[in-house]
C-alpha cells in the first residue's frame, strides 16, 4: 500500500510540473495547457456522445486486430517452431518483412483499402503478428525434451505431442506476445488514425482538434485516454497471463 | 564447408523464389498496385542513383535523425534506467507514472512536439526520442535489478569506488537486457522515423513515400516500402553483431532473437 | 601476538528473531580460526556483521588493519563473468597504478597454481578452480583477515581436500589471518589453529577450543590422529549431532501434558 501512495505521489509530482510549466512564460499557453485545464476538457469530453464513439471504434478496431493477429500468428509460429526446416527456409523472408516499419505501409493500404477501417485493422494486425510469431517460436525452442518424451511414451502423436504438450507449455510466452502485440498495435492503430487514414477513432479526433480550431486541450484529452487504454490492455493482459497461466 | 552452403541456400532459396514467383505475377497481371520486383529496382535506381541528391537530401538526413534520435534515447535510458533500478524507492514512485508515459502512443504527441518545437529536426528527434526510450529505460532498469547478491555483497566487502560500482559492475551485469532494449528501440526508431517525416517535413524518406503516394507512383512507393526493409534488416545485422561482440563474455550466448 | 579482530558482545536481530546473541571472541594475528556450528544458527548474519555488509543491532566489532577480503561459498556469483580470470584478481585494486596491479594479480595467481588460467573466463574453469580464483582475489587485496562463508562447500570431495590444503600451505607461506565459517565439523578441526564452537539460533558461543594438532597436516595421517578424532567427536558432542531425538522427546512430553490438561478441564 505504501508503495502505492508513492506511485501516486510520482503521478501528482508530475502533473505539478506539468501545470507549472504550462502556467510559465517559458512555453507558449497555447502549445501545453495545464493539466487542470486537459482534466476539465477530459471531463467534458468523457460525457460527449461524439468522444465515447471515437474511443469505441479505436478500441473495438484493436480488439479485432488483435484476434486476427493471434488466429494468424500463433498457428504460423507453431509450425515454425515445430519443424525447423520450414523455419531454416522461412527465415530470410521473415527477417525482410519484419523490419518494414507498418507506417511505411500506410500510403500502400489507403489507396488499395480506402478510408475505411479496413486499412487501420490491416496495419495493426501486420504490426501485432510479430511479437506473437516470435514469442510463440522461442517458446516451442524453450520446450522441455523430457515433457516431449514423457507424452511420446505414453503413445502421443506429433499432432498430438503438438496440441497436448507445446501449446500449453508455450501459453506464458504466447500471452507475453500478445501483450506486447496489443501496445504496439495501439500505438499502429491511432498512428494511422492521426495520418488520414480513418474517419473515426481517437487519432482521428487528435487530428481534428489540433488541425482544426487548434484546440491542443482536446489534443491532450485524446492522448490521456489513448495513454489510459494502452494502460488498461497492458495491465488486463498481464493479470489474465498471471490468474490463468500459473506454471 | 558444405554445411555452410546448403545453410546459406536454405535460408535464401525461397526467398529467391517469391521474388520470382513475384516478378513473374507482375508480368502477368500488370497490376499497378503490384509493380514486378524489376520495375521496383529501377525506380529505385532511377530515384536514388541516377539522382544522387535525391540521396543526399532524403535518406542521408533521415538516417541521421533516426540514429540521433536512437542514440540520445539509448544515454538517457540507459543512465535513467540503472539509477531507477538500483533504488526500490525511486522506482516506486516513478513506475506507475513510467507504465502512462510508455502507453501514450507518440505520434499522438506529434501535435503537441509540433507547436513546442516547431516544424523541423528538433521535433522529429523528440518524437522518435519519445517513442523509442521506453524500452532502452525499462529493460535497464531490469538489468539493474538483476545484479545478483553475492556480487552485490562482493563489490561492498572490497569497497571499489563509486564508478567502478556502476561501470564495472551494473552495467555490464546489465548489459544483456540493455541491449535486447536497444534492439527493440532501433527498429521502433525507423518507425517513428517515418512517422515524425509524414507531417511537418519536405525531406526524409517518410516524406517521399507521401509525395509518392499523392502522384500515385506505386513503382515509386514499393521502393520507398523496400528501402525501409533494408534498412531495417541492415540496422539489426549491425547492431547484432555489436551485441555479439559486447556479450562474447556470457557463458552461453543465445544467437536466436526475440523482441 | 596481536588481535586482529575483536567482537566484543555483537548481537543482532532481524525483526522478532534473534540470529546473534551476544558474541564475544578474538582472533590474533597469523591465527586461523574456525566458527562451527547447526545449519541456519545465524553464522551467515555473523559473518555479514564482522564484514560490514550489515551493521549489527548491537556490540562492537574492530579489525586492526584497513581492510578484510571475503570468499564466499558461490564462487559462481561471486566472480565477474564479464571479467577474465586476471581481471577478477585485479577487481579490487582499481585504485592502484597499473603495473602494480599486474604484479600483484600475476602473484596472487601463482600461489594458486592458476599462472597459466589469467586470460581464460571463470566460467571456463571448473568450480575447484574457479574457487581459487576467487581466493587469488581475497589474497591480492593483501587483507588484514580473510573470511571465508563456507568456502569448499560447493565443491566435490578431492577437490575439497584439495582446497584445503591449498588454504593451510598459501596461509603459512604469507602469514594470513583467516576466519572460516562452515557447518562441517571434520573440516574445522582439520583446518583450524582454534575452534569456535556456536550453539543454534541465536548464535552463541558455546566452547571456544584450541586445536593442538601440528602445524603441518595431512589429508591422510592428521584425519586418524588420535587428537583429531577425539576433537571432533568433542565439538559433535557440543553440537548435539546424533541426538535428534531429545527434542522429540520432549515435544511428545509437552503435547502429552497439554492433550492431558485439556481433557482435565473438560
Redesign the interface.
Known amino acids: 500500500m505504501r508503495a502505492f501512495t508513492r506511485g501516486l505521489l510520482g503521478i501528482a509530482g508530475f502533473l505539478v510540473l506539468w501545470e507549472l510549466l504550462g502556467r510559465s512564460p517559458l512555453i507558449p499557453a497555447e502549445a501545453l495547457p495545464p493539466p487542470s485545464v486537459v482534466f476539465g476538457e477530459l471531463v467534458t469530453q468523457l460525457t460527449s456522445p461524439d468522444f465515447i464513439s471515437h474511443v469505441v471504434a479505436t478500441v473495438l478496431a484493436l480488439l479485432i486486430a488483435i484476434v486476427i493477429a493471434v488466429v494468424i500468428a500463433v498457428p504460423s509460429g507453431l509450425v515454425l517452431g515445430s519443424i525447423p526446416a520450414v523455419r531454416h527456409a522461412t527465415r530470410a523472408v521473415i527477417e525482410f518483412l519484419r523490419p518494414i516499419p507498418s507506417v511505411a505501409l500506410i500510403p500502400l493500404a489507403l489507396v488499395m483499402l480506402g478510408f475505411g477501417p479496413e486499412t487501420k485493422i490491416t496495419l495493426a494486425v501486420y504490426a501485432a503478428l510479430w511479437p506473437i510469431l516470435f514469442n510463440t517460436i522461442y517458446a516451442l525452442d524453450e520446450l522441455d525434451s523430457l515433457l516431449v518424451d514423457t507424452a511420446r511414451v505414453f503413445g502421443t502423436g506429433r499432432i498430438g505431442v503438438l496440441f497436448l504438450v507445446a501449446l500449453p507449455s508455450a501459453l506464458p510466452f504466447v500471452l507475453t506476445g500478445i501483450r506486447l502485440a496489443a501496445t504496439t498495435a495501439l500505438v499502429v492503430m491511432v498512428s494511422v488514425e492521426l495520418m488520414a487514414g480513418s474517419q473515426i477513432g481517437i487519432g482521428y479526433f487528435i487530428m481534428e482538434a489540433r488541425s482544426g480550431p487548434g484546440r491542443m486541450d482536446q489534443v491532450l484529452v485524446g492522448t490521456v485516454v489513448a495513454g489510459a487504454i494502452g494502460v488498461l490492455l497492458n495491465n488486463g493482459l498481464e493479470r489474465v497471463r498471471r490468474r490463468w497461466v500459473a506454471w | 564447408m558444405g554445411g555452410l552452403v546448403s545453410?546459406f541456400l536454405?535460408?535464401?532459396?525461397?526467398?529467391a523464389g517469391?521474388v520470382v514467383v513475384w516478378q513473374l505475377l507482375g508480368w502477368f497481371a500488370d497490376d499497378p498496385?503490384f509493380p514486378p520486383p524489376s520495375k521496383i529496382l529501377t525506380a529505385a535506381y532511377e530515384w536514388w542513383v541516377v539522382e544522387p541528391s535525391n540521396f543526399t537530401e532524403h535518406i542521408v538526413p533521415s538516417v541521421t535523425r533516426l540514429l540521433s534520435g536512437w542514440a540520445i534515447a539509448c544515454v538517457i535510458g540507459v543512465s535513467l534506467g540503472l539509477l531507477l533500478g538500483r533504488s526500490e524507492?525511486a522506482m516506486?514512485?516513478?513506475?506507475?507514472?513510467l507504465?502512462?508515459?510508455?502507453?501514450?502512443?507518440?505520434?499522438?504527441?506529434?501535435?503537441?512536439f509540433l507547436?513546442?518545437f516547431k516544424a523541423g529536426t528538433s521535433m522529429q528527434l523528440a518524437t522518435i526520442v519519445f517513442g523509442v526510450v521506453w524500452p532502452v529505460l525499462l529493460n535497464s532498469v531490469d538489468g539493474a535489478r538483476s545484479v545478483?547478491?553475492?556480487?552485490v555483497?562482493?563489490s561492498?566487502?572490497?569497497?571499489?569506488?563509486r564508478w567502478?560500482w556502476v561501470l564495472?559492475?551494473v552495467l555490464?551485469?546489465a548489459?544483456p537486457k540493455i541491449f535486447a532494449g536497444l534492439r527493440v528501440s532501433l527498429?521502433l526508431s525507423?518507425?517513428l522515423m517515418?512517422?515524425s517525416e509524414?507531417?511537418g517535413t519536405d525531406n526524409g524518406i517518410?516524406s517521399q513515400?507521401?509525395q509518392?503516394?499523392r502522384e500515385?507512383d506505386?513503382t515509386r512507393?514499393?521502393a520507398?516500402?523496400v528501402l525501409?526493409?533494408?534498412?531495417?534488416?541492415g540496422?539489426?545485422t549491425a547492431l547484432l553483431a555489436v551485441e555479439r561482440r559486447a556479450l562474447a563474455?556470457?557463458?552461453r550466448s543465445r544467437d536466436?532473437q526475440?523482441? | 601476538m596481536s588481535n586482529m579482530l575483536e567482537v566484543a558482545d555483537l548481537g543482532h536481530t532481524y525483526g522478532d528473531h534473534e540470529a546473534i546473541g551476544g558474541l564475544s571472541f578474538t582472533v590474533r594475528a597469523g591465527e586461523l580460526v574456525c566458527v562451527v556450528g547447526p545449519s541456519g544458527c545465524g553464522k551467515s548474519t555473523l559473518l555479514r556483521t564482522i564484514s560490514g555488509l550489515v551493521a549489527p543491532s548491537r556490540g562492537d566489532v574492530s579489525l586492526h588493519g584497513s581492510h578484510l577480503a571475503v570468499v564466499f561459498q558461490d564462487y559462481s556469483r561471486s566472480l565477474f563473468p564479464w571479467l577474465t580470470v586476471q581481471g577478477n584478481v585485479e577487481f579490487p585494486l582499481r585504485s592502484l597504478p597499473r603495473a602494480e596491479r599486474r604484479k600483484r594479480a600475476a602473484e596472487a595467481l601463482e600461489w594458486v597454481g592458476l599462472a597459466g588460467a589469467a586470460r581464460k573466463r571463470p566460467w571456463q574453469l571448473s568450480g575447484g578452480m574457479q574457487q581459487r580464483v576467487a581466493i587469488a582475489r581475497a589474497l591480492a587485496y593483501r587483507p588484514a583477515l580473510l573470511l571465508m562463508d563456507e568456502p569448499f562447500a560447493s565443491v566435490d570431495a578431492q577437490t575439497r581436500f584439495e582446497l584445503e590444503d591449498l588454504l593451510l600451505r598459501v596461509r603459512r607461506e604469507h602469514d594470513t589471518t583467516v576466519l572460516v565459517v562452515t557447518h562441517d565439523i571434520d573440516e574445522s578441526v582439520y583446518l583450524g589453529d582454534r575452534i569456535l564452537v556456536l550453539s543454534g539460533s541465536p548464535a552463541r558461543l558455546v566452547a571456544d577450543l584450541e586445536v593442538p594438532l601440528p602445524a603441518e597436516r595431512n589429508q591422510v595421517t592428521t584425519r586418524t590422529d588420535e587428537v583429531f578424532v577425539e576433537l571432533r567427536s568433542k565439538v559433535a558432542r557440543l553440537l548435539n549431532v546424533g541426538k535428534p531425538a531429545a527434542m522429540d522427546v520432549e515435544k511428545w512430553a509437552a503435547a502429552e501434558r497439554e492433550s492431558l490438561s485439556e481433557t482435565v478441564s473438560s
Do not use: C
Open positions: 545453410k536454405q535460408r535464401w532459396t525461397v526467398f517469391l498496385f524507492r516506486e514512485y516513478a513506475g506507475p507514472l507504465v502512462f508515459l510508455r502507453s501514450i502512443p507518440p505520434p499522438a504527441l506529434v501535435p503537441v507547436l513546442l545478483d547478491v553475492t556480487k555483497d562482493t561492498a566487502v572490497f569497497q571499489i569506488p567502478q564495472g559492475v555490464p551485469a548489459s527498429s525507423l518507425v517515418v512517422i509524414l507531417v517518410g513515400l507521401m509518392a503516394q500515385f506505386y512507393m514499393w520507398g516500402i525501409l526493409g533494408v534498412l531495417g534488416y540496422l539489426n563474455w556470457q557463458p536466436e526475440h523482441a
